[in-house]
């Protein structure tokens, strides 16, 4: 079979973030599969055929670029970060795995890139420098009371924690009631840091629930298209101190 | 002041693994700091100085990096993977913390890289898609009974788990005492991926414990060199189905 399909980690946006693997990978495809904003920031190169999709039909997209390589196409499909992490290599191992056996035999590759909470971390000094977890607050893959669990087990842990898909349209109310939560089990003095991602339609990628920081090598984002969510939220008080 | 100091994260092994932001700051440093294997894999060049240390020597390595800086140079300490994870981030921050006024003072820049457990889980399918956990083995920079801890209440959150400095001369007995706690509170079929570092000097560099993978992308493995301490750990039975 000569098709092949290769999950291609993009990193945190600046393309001197992105490896030189996951930028061969790119170049060498006939067709590249990814949501829309991922797709934005690559060059078009003549030949090379896009196919955008929505963020929300991750297995639709797996599916549609299993076949693809199956037809015996070179396919990548693009993830922004890494994309191990809550992110289309689940999707597509997933796929794989209640699809028809020609999927199995395909040659699948999966290079990995600098995912949000690193390039957020590497922003302001080393808040994973000691044991950490990543959450992610969608509740489309799992129960909701399954998160809550996970996010005071992690505090009671004493883990730094990094939260994942904190907050969309459809998943309004999630975020808030982390943070409720938080507060009751964590110190006002735990700082949280709010990562924007690179493309700017993402908004709010990653957010980081610190330990303190050393004062002099802190910095604490709170973007301004972030504004409006965060009052309401943060207006009951969020038990967190936001820094400068 | 002219010196600067810049933490760079050279990825897990491969040089077409390690970002152009990082290639560009080992380029221009005049002085490269860092532990012996990972200096190792950077290509010489005329004019720079090298200064290779003990991987044990964190917070004097970075001190004297901070020196340097502070005499005007432009310095860059590597690390293997991303400078923030249980690397020579953390050391950095804590030195210039406690350090003297004209370390605060220093442009300090952080470049984030593909860290271990990013690089292992991309050769096994998708480990990481779900909620996951980072604890380091290591009993340095934080009491034994911590670590126990947070690996009680990472099982019981259901974490994806990934140990990083699994073991050393240093500390012969943590890892086995680690798969007897988890033995007790994981299922026997939860699979164990031994990632081996890209510099064979470092041995196993992350352990992941993860859910059970599909079994058609899964690949588990367990280098040679790992033999030796691995059976006697697993001969008392880690409760861990190794796989193939």
């Not at 600046?14 to 991922?38: C, H, K, N, S, W």
């Not at 000691?130 to 969608?138: E, T, V």
């Not at 993402?202 to 330990?211: D, K, N, P, Y």
Request: charged share 20%.
């Amino acid at each position: 079979m000569s098709g092949r399909l290769t999950v291609v980690g993009l990193g945190p946006g600046a393309a001197r973030q992105m490896t030189p693997e996951a930028a061969e990978a790119v170049a060498a495809a006939d067709i590249l599969f990814g949501y829309a904003p991922y797709l934005a920031r690559l060059p078009e190169r003549p030949g090379q055929e896009r196919r955008a999709s929505d963020n929300r039909e991750e297995i639709a997209r797996a599916s549609a670029a299993l076949e693809a390589a199956v037809a015996g196409a070179k396919v990548a499909m693009v993830s922004g970060g890494d994309p191990g992490v809550f992110a289309m290599a689940a999707a597509v191992c997933e796929a794989i795995e209640h699809g028809p056996a020609e999927w199995r035999a395909l040659d699948v590759e999966i290079v990995p890139g600098v995912t949000a909470m690193l390039a957020v971390a590497a922003r302001c000094g080393a808040p994973l420098g000691h044991d950490f977890c990543a959450i992610s607050l969608s509740d489309n893959l799992k129960p909701w009371p399954l998160v809550e669990k996970r996010l005071a087990l992690a505090a009671e842990a004493g883990f730094v924690i990094a939260l994942y898909n904190p907050i969309s349209k459809a998943r309004p109310w999630q975020l808030g009631r982390a943070f409720e939560l938080l507060r009751e089990k964590l110190p006002g003095s735990v700082p949280v840091v709010f990562g924007r991602a690179a493309a700017r339609a993402l908004g709010i990628e990653v957010i980081l629930i610190a330990r303190p920081l050393a004062p002099d090598v802190t910095a604490v984002e709170r973007p301004a298209e972030a504004e409006a969510w965060l009052d309401g939220i943060l207006a009951h008080g969020a038990g967190a101190e936001r820094g400068a």
